[in-house]
């Protein structure tokens, strides 16, 4: 694996555990969240930047359903994370509250709903990236590598509990910003939920991509 891959999964990777870190404001701590939240952005830029080419691309050569898919996830992705950001400044306690920006109750909703929305499409894209990780581990002793796979399966179905513990399909829909309960009793506990939900829904693009694959093959 060259330099180059290794600092793609890497940087990746950071995205995914601050990400999910995130989902925990309680135990961070507002600054703490808001000082997170600039962290991930930064690390958001970077990926964009290192991945830059596949923008100069977009009005390049035909388009069938599987790049069609890629293509709205990642466009999507984009558009719901500058969302997370923005309502995030608009609400900033700390570190923007100078601006002034009064966002209340209504950017707040915005800022949760952005914020699951980013959560389901960045697992959906680390999904579509399966193959590349598979290659990444491909160095792995197979006994490791099937451990691996048996881990990532139980927190995948683990994960779909999750998602309906925590109310992530209402908060997808707006239809609810606070929960009876944010992820866990503690830090650790929230990172581990999410974590898991993550791992649901990269199960589910790798699935998705699987399927779409075969479409274009039988074409």
């Not at 961070?28 to 290192?50: D, K, Q, R, S």
């Not at 881990?151 to 929960?179: H, M, N, P, R």
């Amino acid at each position: 694996m060259n330099k180059n891959s290794i600092f793609r999964i890497s940087t990746d990777a950071a995205m995914i555990i601050l990400f999910v870190f995130l989902f925990s404001p309680k135990g961070t701590g507002i600054l703490g969240h808001e000082v997170f939240g600039i962290i991930l952005f930064v690390l958001f830029a970077m990926h964009n930047i290192v991945n830059r080419r596949w923008y100069g691309g977009l009005f390049a050569g035909k388009y069938n359903i599987m790049r069609l898919a890629w293509t709205f996830l990642n466009i999507a992705l984009c558009v719901m994370f500058l969302t997370l950001i923005i309502s995030g400044i608009m609400i900033s306690r700390h570190l923007f509250d100078f601006l002034d920006l009064g966002g209340g109750l209504t950017a707040h909703k915005i800022h949760v709903f952005a914020a699951n929305w980013s959560l389901v499409l960045a697992a959906l894209h680390l999904g579509f990236h399966w193959d590349r990780l598979k290659a990444a581990l491909g160095a792995m002793a197979r006994i490791w590598r099937l451990v691996l796979s048996i881990f990532f399966a139980a927190l995948a179905v683990y994960g779909l509990a999750v998602c309906f513990e925590l109310d992530i399909w209402s908060k997808l829909f707006l239809q609810a910003t606070f929960s009876a309960k944010r992820g866990g009793s503690s830090l650790f506990a929230a990172t581990g939920n999410y974590f898991a939900a993550v791992c649901f829904f990269a199960a589910l693009g790798a699935l998705t991509k699987s399927v779409l694959a075969r479409g274009c093959k039988n074409v």
